[in-house]
C-alpha cells in the first residue's frame, strides 16, 4: 500500500506546497501582472509608465505566454498581489495597476481574471514543472484620507489599526505601528498584534495557498510588521515566505531570516554592494561585495535561501544606474552563481532603462519579447544552474571568495569558478588572477562562451580583459557531461520545450526509474 501511493505521488507530484528547501534551488521571474503581456488583438502602443494606469495584462495573459519565461530556464513565477485594490478614481499616483494598493485583502483584484484565470495559471506553471510565487500584503491597506471608511477593508473595526502617525525611521516601533505612504495616499497600518487580526489573515492565507495550489509567498513591507507576526502567519501558509526587508543594514536584515520570523528576505544588503562594486559611474569598489559575503556567512541563519536581486519594482532598474552592457553582465552572473536564489525582474533582460517608480513598470511587450543577448545570457546561467542544482550538491555547497582585485571577485561554489569584473566593455590590459582548487593541466569550460581554459601550475587562472570586461564561469569540462552546454549531451528525457505530453514522459520516465530502483532495494532486502 505504502509502495503504490508513493508511486502515486510520484505520477502528481503538482498539488504539493514548496518549502524553503525546495525552493533553494528555483530560479525566479518577477512579474507585475499588468505589465507582462497583453490579450490579443490591444493596442500594444498605448502604456507609458508615466501615465501610472492599467495597461491590460491578466492571469490569463501570462498564461498563455509562459513559453517566453520558461525557455529561460526559470522554474518559478512571483506574480504581483492578487487581492482586491483601490477602485476609485484616479489619484494623484494613478492607479492601483501594480496590485499593491490593497482594499479587501480577501477578495481576488477582478481586474487581472477571475478565481478560475488564477487556477489555470498555477495549473499550467505545474504542468509545466514550475513554482508559483504569490506576492502578499498584510501591512497596510490604501486609503486616500487618514481617516478612511473602514466598511470596503477586510478588517472594518477601528481597533484593527493602529493610528495615524508618520514614521520616524529610528525608531523601529514607530516603523512598525505608524503609517508609510504620505497624506495624498496613507496606506493604513493594520494592527498586527491584534488576535483577531492574526486569526483572520492566519485562516485567509491557509486557505488562499490551499484553493491556488500556491507555492510560496512574497511578503511585502515585512520590516513593517512586528517580527512575531511572520511565525504564525508563515505556519498557516504552509509554504516557503521571503520577505521584503529594505535597507542596507545587514544587521537589521539578518533579523527577519530564521525560526522567530521569515524563511527568507530579499538580499537588499549585496544589492546595495553590487551597486557599489559593478555600476558604471560609480565607485568600483569591489570590496563592498567581498565583505558583504564575508558578513552575510556570519550574520544571516541560511545565505543559501536569500534572493539575490539587481531589479525590482522599487528600485531604477540597473540600466538606469550602469549604461555599461557588460557591468549587467557581471553582476547578473555573481547573483546566478553565488549562494542564494537568483531573481529577475521582467524587462531585465530586455535592457530596460527605467528609473524608479513608475518608471521601472514598462510594458514587456514593446520589447516583442526578443531573444536578445541578455535573454540568451539568463537562458544559459539558468540551464547551467538547473543541471548542477539537479545533478550535484552544488546548490547546498557554501560560496568561497577565491580573489578580490580592484578589477574583479572570484567565487568558487562546489566546482564552478566565477571571475566577475567591474571594468566595463572597453578593453584594458589588466587581469584578475586566481588560484582555483583545480589540478594544473585540468581542462575547464567557460560556459558562456565555450572556450576552453587549461589549469595553470598551482592551480592558477588569470582571466585577461584585453577584448573587455567579460564574465567568465568555468567548470572542470569533464562534469559538463549531461549539461546540454557547449555541445555536451542534453539531460536525459529533458526537452526544452517542455509541452504536456513531454511532462507526462518525464513523470512515466521517473516512475520508471523510482520503481526500477525500488524493486532493486526490494531485492536486496529480499
Ligand atoms: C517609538 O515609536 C512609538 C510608536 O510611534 C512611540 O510610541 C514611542 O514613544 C517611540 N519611542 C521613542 C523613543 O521615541
Ligand atoms: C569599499 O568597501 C569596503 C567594504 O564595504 C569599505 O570598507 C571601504 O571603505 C570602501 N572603499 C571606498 C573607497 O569606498
Ligand atoms: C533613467 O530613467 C529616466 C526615466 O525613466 C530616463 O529619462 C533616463 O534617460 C534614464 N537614464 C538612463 C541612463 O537610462
Ligand atoms: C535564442 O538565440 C540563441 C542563439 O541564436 C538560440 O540558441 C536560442 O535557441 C534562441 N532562444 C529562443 C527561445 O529562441
Ligand atoms: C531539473 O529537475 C526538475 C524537477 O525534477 C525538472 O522539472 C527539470 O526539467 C530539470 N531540469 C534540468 C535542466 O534537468
Ligand atoms: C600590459 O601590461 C603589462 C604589465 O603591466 C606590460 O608588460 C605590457 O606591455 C602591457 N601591454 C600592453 C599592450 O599595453
Ligand atoms: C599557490 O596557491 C596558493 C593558494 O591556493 C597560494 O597561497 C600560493 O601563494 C601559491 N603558490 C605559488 C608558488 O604561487
Redesign the pocket.
Known amino acids: 500500500m505504502l509502495l503504490i501511493g508513493f508511486v502515486i505521488a510520484s505520477l502528481f507530484p503538482l498539488a504539493l506546497a514548496a518549502t524553503a528547501n525546495q525552493w533553494r534551488g528555483r530560479s525566479i521571474y518577477q512579474v507585475i501582472v499588468d505589465r507582462y503581456a497583453l490579450p490579443v488583438g490591444a493596442d500594444p502602443n498605448g502604456c507609458p509608465p508615466g501615465s501610472r494606469t492599467w495597461c491590460g495584462g491578466t492571469w490569463d495573459t501570462i498564461r498563455e505566454n509562459l513559453d517566453y519565461i520558461q525557455n529561460a530556464g526559470f522554474t518559478a513565477l512571483w506574480i504581483s498581489p492578487v487581492s482586491q485594490n483601490y477602485e476609485g478614481p484616479s489619484t494623484p499616483y494613478g492607479d492601483a495597476y501594480h496590485g499593491y494598493w490593497i482594499a479587501d485583502a480577501s477578495q481576488l483584484n477582478h481586474r487581472f481574471g477571475t478565481s478560475d484565470d488564477l487556477k489555470a495559471l498555477s495549473d499550467e506553471l505545474h504542468r509545466r514543472g514550475m513554482y508559483l510565487m504569490v506576492d502578499v500584503v498584510v501591512n497596510d491597506v490604501m486609503s486616500t484620507s487618514t481617516n478612511p471608511d473602514l466598511s470596503t477593508y477586510m478588517f472594518k473595526d477601528k481597533s484593527q489599526y493602529h493610528p495615524y502617525c508618520t514614521i520616524d525611521w529610528s525608531n523601529t516601533t514607530s516603523e512598525e505601528r505608524c503609517w508609510l505612504g504620505d497624506t495624498v495616499i496613507p496606506l493604513a497600518d493594520i494592527n498586527t498584534e491584534d488576535p483577531t487580526v492574526v486569526s483572520a489573515f492566519g485562516n485567509w492565507i491557509q486557505s488562499l495557498v490551499a484553493e491556488y495550489n500556491i507555492d510560496g509567498l512574497r511578503i511585502d513591507a515585512a520590516k513593517h510588521v512586528n517580527i512575531d507576526f511572520w511565525p504564525t502567519f508563515c505556519g498557516k501558509a504552509g509554504v516557503f515566505c521571503i520577505g521584503e526587508v529594505f535597507g542596507s543594514d545587514i544587521n537589521e536584515a539578518a533579523e527577519y531570516q530564521g525560526p522567530n520570523s521569515l524563511d527568507s528576505i530579499l538580499h537588499y544588503p549585496m544589492y546595495n ?1 553590487l551597486v ?1 562594486a559593478f555600476t558604471i559611474p560609480g ?1 568600483q ?4 561585495v ?3 559575503i564575508a558578513q552575510s556567512k556570519t550574520k544571516f541563519k541560511d545565505p543559501g535561501l536569500l534572493g539575490n536581486f539587481i531589479e525590482n519594482q522599487d528600485i531604477p532598474r540597473w540600466r538606469n544606474l550602469s549604461v555599461d552592457p557588460q557591468s549587467l553582465y557581471n553582476a547578473m552572473v555573481f547573483n546566478f552563481m553565488s549562494d542564494g536564489i537568483p531573481i529577475v525582474y521582467y524587462g531585465q533582460e530586455q535592457g530596460f532603462n527605467g528609473n524608479a517608480d513608475p518608471y521601472n513598470r514598462e510594458a514587456l511587450w514593446t520589447s516583442g519579447y526578443a531573444n536578445s543577448t541578455t535573454y540568451q545570457l539568463i537562458s544559459t546561467l539558468n540551464q547551467f544552474r538547473n543541471f548542477l542544482v539537479n545533478t550535484t550538491g552544488w546548490v547546498n555547497s557554501e560560496m568561497q571568495v577565491l580573489a578580490t582585485t580592484k578589477y574583479g571577485i572570484s567565487i568558487l561554489k562546489g566546482n564552478v569558478v566565477s571571475i566577475m569584473t567591474n571594468i566595463g566593455s572597453p578593453p584594458q590590459n589588466v587581469s584578475v588572477p586566481v588560484y582555483t582548487p583545480f589540478e594544473s593541466s585540468t581542462a575547464t569550460t567557460n560556459i558562456l562562451t565555450c572556450e576552453q581554459w587549461a589549469v595553470g601550475s598551482n592551480g592558477t587562472v588569470d582571466a585577461q580583459y584585453s577584448l573587455g570586461g567579460v564574465p567568465v564561469v568555468l567548470i572542470p569540462s569533464a562534469l559538463l557531461e549531461g549539461s546540454g552546454l557547449c555541445g555536451y549531451n542534453a539531460p536525459a528525457g529533458f526537452s526544452k520545450h517542455t509541452s504536456a505530453a513531454s511532462t507526462l514522459q518525464l513523470s512515466v520516465f521517473y516512475y520508471v526509474v523510482f520503481l526500477s530502483s525500488c524493486l532493486g532495494v526490494f531485492k536486496c532486502m529480499l
Open positions: 554592494a557599489e565607485p569598489n569591489m570590496s563592498a567581498s565583505d558583504m
